[in-house]
């Protein structure tokens, strides 16, 4: 099993910007895959953000420009650098740890607790 634990959320305005980490602990020789989800109320949980143990990345359109996700693969760690953000960002953030396999398709196999981000107009 691989735990993950969050941790950065909060209150910021508009404009502003938050730093969320993850670290993922366990039996994590299997993983080659993190990222960040965010569920809104009332949507579906979407793709914020991915990157695979070599570096390649991957966003949704929506924050293309304002986010960055890195890792410190000797620390186990992966951050979600969150700038210029909107209140339609507010959501439930979720780090994810899983696979990408010879055919590039990723999947998530484990999740954290879930980081509440709110942003006031």
């Known amino acids: 099993q691989v735990q993950l634990v969050e941790s950065g959320g909060g209150l910021v305005q508009a404009g502003g910007s938050l730093r969320l980490s993850c670290v993922a602990s366990?039996?994590?020789?299997?993983?080659?895959?993190m990222g960040w989800y965010r569920q809104a109320p009332g949507k579906q949980r979407e793709l914020v953000a991915g990157i695979t143990s070599g570096g390649s990345t991957l966003y949704a359109d929506s924050v293309k420009g304002r986010f960055t996700i890195s890792r410190d693969n000797a620390k186990n760690t992966v951050y979600l650098q969150m700038n210029s953000l909107k209140p339609e960002d507010t959501a439930v953030y979720y780090c994810?740890?899983?696979?990408?396999?010879?055919?590039?398709?990723?999947?998530?196999?484990?999740w954290g607790q879930g980081t509440q981000v709110t942003v006031s107009s």
């Open positions: 366990g039996s994590i020789f299997s993983v080659s895959a």
């Open positions: 994810a740890a899983g696979r990408v396999d010879s055919s590039s398709q990723w999947t998530y196999d484990y």
